[in-house]
């Protein structure tokens, strides 16, 4: 099935600094999602994105739908504490969805 | 909207016990999914509804069952647990197939 590949695995920053993180696909997907999971809950969409090139902000999130459609990238600008967390890049395909395995992100007080 | 409930919250079962994973939503979606999460991986799609009376499998089908009678309940069933079914379950609903909400997540331990 299709695989979702986002790197870096962790990243350890200072608070203020920004953040990029991406996911690439060897397929095609029309639509690329991103969520944030806190420890202990369930992930909560930050942005999605439905067109090739599309670039959205959510804040201090910016992401981005790669022209070839097989990646995409998310921006944290300006980094706080409560930004911790692991952030998952996910695509539907038909009725099933794939996620990648996630960025762990922690920050520096 | 209380949108996606899950119970229980967290569960041991001992190997080849039985259990039902409840999901629940009040959003009216047409979709509804059941994924685990297994510790430092993203999330596995074991089955997944596009509607009341409708169910197909996902990823990770094998040593679950799933039924939806209505489209407020999606519950997850384990027959024999095992301990690779160790993990944390998500259940998450969507209106039209693509952004997914999720439920707060059901940690389940099988010894």
């Known amino acids: 099935g299709q695989q979702l590949n986002q790197s870096p695995q962790s990243m350890f920053i200072q608070e203020g600094e920004d953040v990029s993180m991406n996911c690439t696909s060897s397929s095609i997907f029309n639509t690329w999602l991103w969520y944030k999971q806190d420890p202990g809950e369930g992930p909560v969409l930050l942005i999605a994105l439905y067109k090739a090139g599309e670039l959205t902000s959510n804040g201090r999130l910016t992401a981005q739908f790669g022209i070839t459609r097989k990646d995409s990238f998310l921006n944290i600008s300006a980094s706080i504490p409560s930004d911790v967390g692991i952030y998952f890049c996910a695509g539907p395909n038909n009725n099933d969805m794939r996620f990648g395995a996630g960025t762990r992100l922690t920050v520096k007080p | 909207n209380a949108g996606v409930t899950q119970t229980p919250k967290f569960r041991i079962l001992k190997i080849g016990q039985s259990m039902t994973l409840q999901c629940t939503q009040d959003m009216n979606h047409n979709y509804m999914y059941w994924y685990r999460q297994d510790p430092g991986m993203g999330l596995k799609l074991i089955y997944y509804s596009v509607g009341a009376g409708i169910t197909d499998k996902g990823e990770v089908p094998n040593g679950y069952n799933v039924s939806r009678s209505t489209t407020e309940d999606f519950p997850l069933r384990l027959e024999l647990a095992a301990p690779s079914q160790t993990s944390v379950y998500f259940c998450?609903?969507?209106?039209?197939?693509?952004?997914?909400?999720f439920g707060p997540g059901t940690r389940l331990t099988v010894l």
């Open positions: 998450a609903s969507s209106y039209m197939g693509d952004t997914q909400y």
